[in-house]
């Protein structure tokens, strides 16, 4: 099994691009989330899906937008790239319920110019 | 909105040495789950704590949650370099049932040979 696994590895944008990022799960979980990380700030949920068709609001999800066609994916949008949203964006998975471990994917490195 | 204060935020040491991490808040979690994570990879879980005043021990890592459900601490024995990495303390709020955590800032640990 690939875990979880996120496309691009790494992506240089320039202010106002646009950009689509992948996360796929192979180990059919219901729920999914999009986390970024800055220095000093841990792990900030972006958006969230507790099931495929299905999605919610974290708690930074401003500039950024989320789809859930297929229970193996969660895509992450970013409609008009700016500098702050420069950061290195976690992809992870678990069954659900309260305290179950999410399993992360290994990151896509962001800069936006 | 609930909040997890990690200390400290960095702590560089010389092998065989011991150190504690801590995971404070005023609110209360249902479980407390530990993660480590190494450069350039997503975060691995660790420990889960679930019950208030649990200890769990994983080799030289000590894990307790508190009486009060509302801090963690991390405490290693004889530190070795391959220790060295980021610790995340993330809280699953009580009220929440859709398997969202609330991570602390992060210790970055540095074991010296």
């Known amino acids: 099994n690939a875990g979880v696994t996120q496309t691009p590895k790494f992506r240089v944008l320039k202010t106002g691009q646009s950009m689509t990022l992948l996360c796929a799960q192979d180990m059919n979980h219901e729920y999914m989330y999009w986390y970024r990380q800055d220095p000093g700030m841990g792990l900030r949920l972006i958006h969230y899906?507790?099931?495929?068709?299905?999605?919610a609001k974290g708690e930074v999800p401003d500039g950024y937008n989320v789809s859930r066609l297929k229970k193996q994916n969660f895509l992450l949008g970013l409609e008009s790239a700016a500098p702050s949203q420069t950061s290195v964006y976690f992809c992870?998975?678990?069954?659900?319920?309260?305290?179950?471990?999410?399993?992360f994917g290994p990151g896509t490195r962001l800069l936006v110019l | 909105t609930q909040l997890l204060e990690q200390s400290p935020q960095f702590l560089s040491i010389q092998e065989g040495e011991n150190l504690t991490v801590y995971c404070n808040s005023s609110s209360v979690f249902s479980s407390l789950q530990w993660y480590r994570q190494e450069p350039g990879e997503g975060p691995v879980l660790l420990v889960t704590v679930v019950t208030g005043g649990e200890v769990k021990k994983l080799k030289r890592l000590t894990f307790q949650f508190g009486d009060a459900r509302k801090d963690s601490s991390l405490h290693i024995t004889a530190a070795q370099p391959g220790d060295t990495g980021l610790y995340l303390c993330a809280g699953a709020p009580g009220s929440s049932n859709t398997g969202k955590l609330i991570f602390g800032q992060g210790t970055t640990l540095q074991v010296k040979p």
């Open positions: 992870a998975s678990s069954y659900g319920q309260r305290g179950e471990t999410q399993y």
């Open positions: 899906s507790v099931g495929e068709g299905t999605t």
